[in-house]
């Protein structure tokens, strides 16, 4: 197999155990096989990339059953731990189609006639989330006689939630990476080098240092790497680049995004093309005031709410507080899981960040900020990995939380 590491590598996560915490669970829930849908639990148990639709059958015990689409079941067979025979090409050809297939594998290959099947079900702000579809939902249920689909999507998500030491180690080999990539962007921007370079082409250098370095995707949907200037700054946290050159007088917002063994790192930086004016020095100084602050309050124990509230208060000693978006982090985890922070859903909006989440100690979030004046064409983002400590934080991007002038 292609892409598997040795026990004794410090990236190692032992996906059999996963599974095996999985089927625990399943047992106390009283579920005789779960179907996992969402690119999170495909990356969190099957430790491969598998970015088209694909449905991962787990029984009570043994080794899960992957369907995957046929132009790709070849290479993910040969990445995943999973054996050869598990790993199994859907096609549209008559009873190759998926639903055919689960059923298939359920009640034949595993010789479960009736039970209760965990799905994932719900709603999510990223596009991507791969919960079950309403089509496949019924589908499933016609074809399923005698069983009942019930929505536990809550195993994975508990289960996910505290960081192992193998997916900690690769966030911090992709934060390497991504301060890699912002260090060539610095290079090339010195000394004038920012004249007639346009956003696409910043996100290019980037992308070529990253990889380099052996990041193997600029994963995020929303733009891979996302760079912005001038107004576009302050336009919000999805910015995909553009052919617009860069220009002085005007702030630069570069977030990179890099992929290792599928630790996603995140890191955004910003500058001011100088001349910079007295106004957007102050701007970007109470950026980096109201950054640092945040930083300084992340510990086991506080809650997104908690943080929330430390972050409006020190803007108001600052007198920016117009210039923030509600909210200062999102949830993280290997591809796919980019979102919601937490699994329980105790908030007032289902399938929302619960604001009272109490962080724990091994937790990892994306530490994210956004400061915008629209009026005055002005934005920063912040954004950087971060693993929750008993008493504080690890920022694991590395580069440094300035804002330069580039002259």
Same mark, same amino acid.
């Given at each position: 197999m292609g892409n598997r590491l040795e026990l004794t590598s410090p990236y190692y996560i032992d996906n059999r155990k996963r599974v095996q915490d999985l089927?625990?669970?399943?047992?106390?829930?009283?579920?005789?096989?779960?179907?996992?849908?969402?690119?999170?639990?495909?990356?969190?148990?099957?430790?491969?990339?598998?970015?088209?639709?694909?449905?991962?059958?787990i029984p009570r015990t043994g080794e899960p059953i992957l369907h995957t689409f046929i132009v790709d079941a070849t290479r993910v067979g040969d990445e995943t731990w999973l054996s050869t025979d598990n790993v199994r090409a859907y096609a549209p050809m008559g009873g190759q189609d998926?639903?055919?297939?689960?059923?298939?594998?359920?009640?034949?290959?595993?010789?479960?006639?009736?039970?209760?099947?965990?799905?994932?079900?719900?709603?999510? !702000?990223? *596009?991507?989330?791969?919960?079950?579809?309403?089509?496949?939902?019924?589908?499933?249920?016609?074809?399923?006689?005698?069983?009942?689909?019930?929505?536990?999507?809550h195993?994975?998500?508990?289960?996910?939630?505290?960081?192992?030491?193998? !997916?900690?180690?690769?966030?911090?080999e992709a934060s390497r990476i991504v301060d890699v990539g912002q260090k060539a962007v610095f290079e090339a921007l010195s000394n004038g080098g920012w004249k007639h370079l346009t956003e696409t082409v910043v996100g290019g250098i980037a992308a070529l240092a990253m990889r380099k370095e052996g990041s193997v995707s600029e994963w995020n949907f929303a733009g891979l790497n996302e760079i912005s200037s001038g107004y576009r700054t302050a336009l919000g946290a999805c910015t995909p680049p553009t052919t617009k050159?860069?220009?002085a007088g005007e702030p630069l917002m570069v977030d990179l995004h890099s992929m290792f063994h599928l630790a996603l790192g995140d890191h955004s930086h910003n500058y001011l093309i100088g001349p910079a004016?007295?106004?957007?020095?102050?701007?970007?100084?109470?950026?980096?005031?109201?950054?640092? *602050?945040?930083?300084?309050?992340?510990?086991?124990?506080? !809650?997104p709410s908690i943080l929330a509230q430390v972050m409006m208060d020190r803007a108001e000693v600052l007198d920016c507080s117009d210039f923030l978006l509600p909210g200062c982090e999102h949830g993280i985890g290997l591809f796919g899981d980019e979102w919601r922070i937490g699994h329980a859903m105790e908030g007032p909006?289902?399938?929302?960040?619960?604001?009272?989440?109490?962080?724990?100690?091994?937790?990892?979030?994306?530490?994210?900020?956004?400061?915008?004046?629209m009026e005055e064409g002005i934005g920063f983002r912040y954004e950087n990995p971060i693993l929750i400590t008993e008493n504080g934080c690890e920022p694991l991007s590395k580069y440094p939380l300035v804002i330069e002038e580039i002259l």
């Open positions: 089927q625990k669970a399943m047992e106390k829930e009283g579920l005789d096989a779960y179907l996992g849908t969402r690119p999170r639990t495909l990356s969190f148990l099957l430790d491969a990339f598998i970015p088209w639709r694909s449905y991962v059958v998926p639903i055919s297939l689960i059923a298939a594998c359920l009640t034949e290959d595993l010789g479960i006639e009736r039970g209760r099947l965990g799905i994932e079900d719900g709603i999510a !702000t990223y *596009t991507a989330e791969g919960n079950l579809s309403h089509y496949e939902y019924t589908q499933l249920e016609g074809a399923l006689e005698g069983w009942t689909l019930i929505n536990a999507h195993l994975v998500d508990e289960l996910s939630i505290i960081k192992d030491a193998g !997916t900690i180690a690769r966030f911090r050159e860069l220009a004016t007295k106004r957007q020095r102050r701007h970007a100084d109470n950026f980096v005031d109201l950054v640092q *602050t945040v930083l300084d309050n992340y510990k086991a124990g506080v !809650t909006f289902p399938y929302w960040t619960n604001p009272d989440h109490v962080y724990q100690k091994g937790e990892m979030v994306i530490c994210a900020m956004q400061y915008a004046s």
